[in-house]
């Protein structure tokens, strides 16, 4: 029996993360988004002040342990944020629960990281894995960007969402390289079907943010979802292949729009450092919509998240200059899915309310 | 020309330094009045809410400055020792200043990089911006140096005076425990109580390598790492709420004060902190450790 490996939650991405461990012969276990049982697992074992995704993952690889897997795999990088000390701090704390998983860093940890090392994937196969992931990655984008243009105009509630689910099982499924290619035709194909409602004209609002909580549906209440069903054309700023592009300056997805040059360059009337994370992002983010004339801006951030929260008097500076709204979500384990609703709701209508001024 | 000093954050990281180096290069450097209740209520209504209470006291304190001064400055901060970092929430801090408590007032920000630059020729530059002639500037650069010097000089000295055994070893970052209405309280109670109190000093010299890259909590790593028993009867450990490094860095020294056989207290101290709250915890750990001797030499009583 293969090993079995626990992929980090990268929303919708996990897909395509999972997809490569199957193609090097390692089997997966993940989920798009954190589950219930792991929230609780990790809001039980995490030091109390840690942020949100923090004990999303430790908690998802408690549950892990709990399947049988002998390892996981997480994310880490070498910024300024704490993520920097995550994997240590969840060693230690997996390691007082007596818990056997072997947690890996993954990326930015040299140019072979000890995971590959301890795997030794054959290189053949590895290349494969690594650009079917990409293709995979590249399509979920397609898929995103199609799901937040199409949900508020639908005509029938709720069938974008069922389509994405339908169109992400079939992406799971399929594991070759040249059909993934096709599906995209497909895809793009199935969503122009859908009926829309010609007379609705939908806000355009731009998500902007800490990752985990721009990509976990579980951990931000679904809040894409929530705007799309009140008329709301998101723009969520995190996009796995456009990423890519900011990181390593691999051209996926085909625009250039974000690389970090620029978005230094947008940011630098309001935030001449990176400070760390993706506040710099954020910042730079807001500044262009408001200059493309969105409607609103939500900025979603764990509680106590170090980058996020210090460049929040930079949003605020920003949202008083350039006239665009930008709500403040902060998410921790006491959010709940009704208050973030809620909360929503009053935006978008202060919104529509402020276009309707407008066009009087 | 009269630049603000607020008392917090760099202010401490730096002691000494900043008023030495304003008055040499010819400005007058007003500081900012003690922390206290009233710089917390002058903050709470516009400073950030998720920020952490040092966070909170510093922009209570540029608040206070508001109308004293033609500028204020606020550098960026972002190593203090070669190839280590410091709070990624320094990065913003002269931006998010500007952005709404300053918006009002001249900001003089500085961009300090000990990984790239040493600090003596990144102050030499700024001075030379600021106007001072290349004598004056390296001149006054000299003393500012020195009068930081002399001031950890003076805190290691003081440490040394103490007594050798039954220490209590205090921790935390240099605005916090220089700050008086965060550690304040702590110390005066502490003293109160006759124990031989022990404050981290964080004097500028070269980092053995360790995993951890923030060069405060690096230095207070080391300083745990070569902790004796035999010495010290205790480590507290002073954090603010939502010290977003804190909250990762507690349980590593937890866990190190564990191996060694000292005890470990945090005292967290946010904004409404009431006085009985602090007093008791710290009675009752100095209390116990007392008690935990007292079985050691007689296990029968």
């Known amino acids: 029996m293969p090993e079995k490996l626990a992929i980090p939650n990268l929303g919708n991405y996990t897909i395509a993360l999972d997809s490569a461990v199957r193609a090097v012969g390692i089997e997966p276990w993940s989920s798009t988004s954190t589950s219930a049982e792991a929230m609780r697992l990790g809001i039980a074992a995490a030091p109390e002040s840690m942020c949100l995704p923090f004990k999303a993952h430790l908690g998802h690889f408690i549950e892990a342990d709990n399947a049988g897997c002998a390892h996981a795999l997480m994310v880490n990088s070498m910024g300024t944020c704490r993520l920097t000390y995550y994997r240590r701090l969840i060693e230690n704390i997996l390691k007082d629960m007596n818990r056997t998983i072997r947690v890996w860093g993954l990326g930015f940890d040299g140019l072979k990281p000890p995971v590959i090392r301890y795997f030794d994937p054959a290189p053949l196969p590895f290349i494969k894995a690594v650009l079917l992931a990409l293709e995979k990655i590249r399509i979920i984008d397609v898929l995103e960007i199609s799901a937040w243009k199409t949900r508020p105009r639908e005509s029938r509630r709720g069938e974008t969402s069922a389509l994405m689910r339908g169109c992400l099982e079939t992406l799971a499924k399929t594991n070759i390289r040249r059909d993934v290619k096709k599906l995209k035709q497909e895809f793009v194909r199935v969503f122009a079907g859908v009926p829309l409602d010609p007379k609705r004209i939908p806000l355009r609002i731009g998500l902007v943010g800490e990752v985990s909580v721009l990509r976990d549906k579980s951990l931000n209440q679904n809040t894409e979802e929530i705007l799309g069903g009140l008329g709301a054309e998101v723009r969520n700023f995190f996009l796995l292949g456009a990423e890519l592009v900011n990181i390593f300056g691999i051209p996926l997805g085909g625009s250039r729009a974000h690389t970090r040059k620029r978005l230094v360059k947008i940011a630098r009337p309001y935030l ?64 709940s899915p009704v208050g973030v609703a809620t909360r929503l709701e009053a935006f978008t209508d202060i919104l529509k309310e402020r276009r309707q001024k407008r066009m009087v | 020309m009269k630049i603000g000093i607020p008392r917090g954050f760099y202010f401490y990281l730096y002691p000494g330094l900043w008023e030495v180096f304003f008055r040499e290069i010819g400005m007058q450097a007003v500081l900012s009045g003690s922390s206290s209740r009233e710089i917390v209520e002058l903050a709470a209504p516009v400073s950030e809410t998720e920020h952490c209470l040092a966070h909170k006291l510093f922009d209570g304190h540029l608040l206070s400055l508001r109308g004293k001064v033609d500028a204020v400055f606020i550098p960026r901060i972002l190593s203090m020792t070669k190839r280590h970092i410091c709070c990624a929430k320094f990065g913003a801090l002269p931006d998010a200043s500007r952005s709404i408590l300053a918006a009002r007032m001249p900001v003089i920000d500085l961009e300090i990089n000990e990984t790239k630059q040493p600090l003596r020729k990144t102050l030499i530059r700024f001075a030379r911006k600021l106007g001072a002639g290349r004598r004056r500037a390296s001149d006054a650069v000299s003393s500012a140096i020195a009068a930081m010097e002399k001031t950890w000089d003076d805190r290691r000295r003081a ?143």
């Open chain 2, 159 to 301: 440490n040394e005076n103490l007594p050798p055994r039954e220490r209590f070893l205090l921790l935390g970052h240099p605005y916090t425990l220089g700050d008086a209405f965060i550690c304040g309280p702590i110390r005066r109670k502490l003293t109160a109580l006759g124990v031989p109190l022990e404050s981290m000093t964080f004097e500028p010299r070269r980092l053995a390598p360790s995993p951890i890259r923030w060069c405060t909590f690096n230095k207070m790593y080391h300083k745990l790492e070569s902790l004796d028993a035999d010495r010290y009867a205790g480590v507290i450990q002073v954090s603010t709420f939502n010290c977003g490094a804190d909250s990762v860095m507690i349980d590593g020294f937890r866990r190190m004060c564990r191996e060694r056989n000292i005890p470990y207290l945090v005292m967290m101290v946010d904004a409404h902190s009431g006085m009985a709250g602090i007093e008791t915890r710290l009675e009752a750990f100095a209390d116990s450790l007392r008690w935990k001797n007292e079985t050691a030499e007689n296990p029968h009583a």
């Open chain 1, 272 to 335: 001449n450092n990176p400070v760390g994370g993706h506040a710099l992002d954020s910042v730079a983010h807001t500044l262009r919509c408001a200059e493309e004339g969105y409607d609103g801006m939500v900025h979603l951030c764990p509680a106590g998240c170090m980058p996020e929260v210090s460049i929040r008097p930079i949003l605020a500076a920003i949202s008083r200059d350039k006239d665009i709204p930008v709500l403040e979500l902060s998410f921790d384990e006491h959010t």
